[in-house]
């Protein structure tokens, strides 16, 4: 799991015009919390926030006043026309050696079967509980060969060592679907008819 190191500042003005400020200036405003200390409210460089978030789950070393901090994004708010632009964070505040809940993407790999099979992904992403400096990145779950009918459980995949699942072993994560038959010909031969009506 990578770690990226980002400085932050302490933000002391709050409310909607603190916020646009903030992020006028290309920073993201934040908020630290866990452990059970009071949550601290930062400013965080906008550009380098962004490309660590393109990890999920990443690893966030904070410099904030010449003290360093680890942390893991809990939320990020994103603006809703433009995702390149990021409007708030959450970060929990990790130990090293502490374990944490995250949800970790779920990827496919193979072929299924041939024929008209369809895979539907009924969770993309999996919960797990790792220690926080060794969370995986994702999971990768092979297809390969797979009829409609097959379903893979949380029980079926391979975690990282040192993780375990956080949900029913026996939830269904993928399931292979047999692809319906179309029904446009009736429809057309409807539209036929209401044209001569």
């Known amino acids: 799991m990578s770690e990226v190191k980002i400085s932050a500042e302490v ?22 919390y866990g452990h059970g ?11 380098e926030l962004l490309l660590a978030l393109r990890t999920p789950n ?5 410099d904030v006043d010449g003290k360093t901090q680890l942390a893991i994004p809990k939320a990020v708010q994103r603006d809703a026309l433009r995702q390149g632009i990021l409007k ?27 024929g008209n099979n369809l895979l539907e992904h009924v969770l993309s ?11 995986p990145t994702e999971v990768t779950v092979s297809i390969a060969g797979l009829e409609a009918g097959a379903s893979i459980l949380a029980k079926d995949i391979p975690l990282p060592s040192g ?9 269904v994560v993928l399931q292979v679907l047999s692809a319906q038959a179309e029904e ?6 409807e539209g036929d008819a209401s044209a001569e009506a």
Do not use: Q, W, Y
């Open 125 to 135: 992403t999996l919960p797990v509980e790792a220690e926080a400096t060794h969370i």
């Open 37 to 47: 200390a009071d949550p601290v409210h930062l400013t965080l460089p906008g550009h």
């Open 88 to 114: 708030h964070v959450d970060l929990l505040l990790v130990r090293s050696g502490e374990k944490v809940t995250v949800e970790i993407p779920v990827h496919t790999e193979g072929e299924l079967a041939p």
């Open 58 to 62: 990443v690893l966030i070393s904070l």
């Open 11 to 32: 933000r002391t003005e709050f409310g909607k015009g603190a916020s646009r400020r903030v992020r006028r200036e290309n920073k993201v405003p934040g908020v630290l």
């Open 184 to 189: 446009a010909p009736a429809e057309s031969a």
């Open 163 to 171: 993780s375990k699942l956080s949900i029913d072993e026996d939830a």
